[in-house]
């Protein structure tokens, strides 16, 4: 059975980091894409990054490029998003997405990210 279950969320003062995970079963990473889309309340659902193929290549939304770093373990089956110099903007609940996908089907639970003084 396929899952996907992110955690790493919580409450950030703008400026700071966190970094979330996502732990899968079911599939391997290997050679496979992975990502993360987020959901602010109230606004369309967003891709954040993605990792691609066998080379590690990644993509980022231009809101988040040079703050947010995707990486992934595939020993661990784990896959990353580290953020920093975190902004109000980013406050939504992350989700990680298998294939990068941007079918609700293939994502986890989520995961809440606030940023806020």
């Known amino acids: 059975q396929v899952q996907l279950v992110e955690s790493g969320g919580g409450l950030v003062q703008p400026g700071g980091s966190l970094r979330l995970s996502c732990v899968v079963s079911g599939f391997t990473l290997d050679y496979r894409p992975i990502g993360w889309f987020r959901q602010a309340p109230g606004k369309e659902t967003e891709g954040v990054a993605c990792?691609?193929?066998?080379?590690?290549?990644?993509h980022y939304a231009d809101s988040v490029k040079g703050r947010f770093t995707i990486s992934r373990d595939i020993a661990k089956n784990t896959v990353y998003l580290q953020m920093d110099n975190m902004k109000p903007e980013d406050t939504a609940v992350y989700y990680c997405?298998?294939?990068?996908?941007?079918?609700?089907?293939?994502w986890g639970q989520g995961t809440q990210v606030t940023v806020s003084s």
């Open positions: 990792i691609t193929g066998s080379d590690d290549g990644a």
């Open positions: 997405a298998r294939d990068c996908s941007s079918n609700r089907a293939y």
